[in-house]
């Protein structure tokens, strides 16, 4: 947090921050309460926006599985049994279920956090509880966003290595705990092609955003993974494939062992 702190500061100093859109920023997000929450009468079930949502739906649960594994890890504590899976993902349907109500795209755990307690080593959930009710406040307060928005990519992408980073090396310590063994041409094949699918997916979407940000005319979407207007985090895609291909492809089969005849062991002897 230090180091964040004082990446900010020098880029103010050396004219990396923009404070243009602090200017005219409102203080508070509901100027008028009614008139914002009127959108509620034209809530209707539309099934194109219903067909959009399942499949995110789907992936993001794929992603908070993956998440509350390397939580396990870190924290040393089993979360698929206390306070066990089905709760953890009762919660992310609600939240879902919520975030569809109100016009926004499916909910779920973030990576980033793993990397926030492998860092602190504070594994206090009334911590984590209390940082989401100051999100919640806080985003209430439009200005307060627009102070975010000032940071510059600069810092944002140098705490971007460090907390990726941890996410990463959580994901290689939960593979040597647990002794998983990819030798079998399965194993393989599934985390080969996981990698390959979300590193080559999060490379297309940097190259689309540069591409973006150039002003090209090439439709920079299409080197990204879109459901209607929502973009599929590689991340959240490699998840998928993992899982699927986990399921799809047979195990190797055992081969027998050949008992070894009495007269061979009297040889042998």
Partial sequence: M?????????????????????????????????????????LRFD??????????????????????????????KDFF????????LAGDGVAIMAASLLGGPPQTTYGENTAILVIT????????????????????????????STIPSEVI????????????????????????????????????ITLAVGLGLGALSVASDILAQVGTTFDAT???IMIGNIELSPLAVATFVAVFLNLVIPEPKVKAETPILENEVKEIA
Wanted: proline share 2%; hydrophobic share 50%; with cysteine.
């Fill in 2 to 42: 230090l180091g964040f702190f004082v990446g900010y500061i020098y880029a103010a100093i050396i004219g990396l921050v923009d404070f243009s859109s602090l200017q005219n920023a409102d203080i508070i997000v509901f100027q008028s309460i009614g008139d914002k929450l009127g959108f509620y009468r034209y």
């Fill in 47 to 76: 099934w194109s926006a219903i067909i959009m949502m399942v499949p995110l739906a789907f992936v993001t649960l794929m992603e908070h599985i993956g998440d509350i594994s390397a939580n396990s890890t870190v924290c040393g």
């Fill in 81 to 88: 049994v206390d306070p066990g899976i089905n709760r953890t």
């Fill in 121 to 148: 080593e504070n594994y206090e959930p009334k911590n984590i509880f209390y940082a989401a009710v100051l999100a919640i406040f806080f985003g209430v307060f439009s200005i307060f966003g627009s102070v975010i």
């Fill in 157 to 192: 992408g140098g705490a971007s290595i460090i907390l990726f980073g941890m996410i990463s090396a959580s994901g290689l310590r939960m593979v040597i705990e647990h002794k998983a063994d990819i030798g079998q041409t399965k194993d393989l094949l599934v985390v080969s």
């Fill in 222 to 224: 299409l080197l990204k």
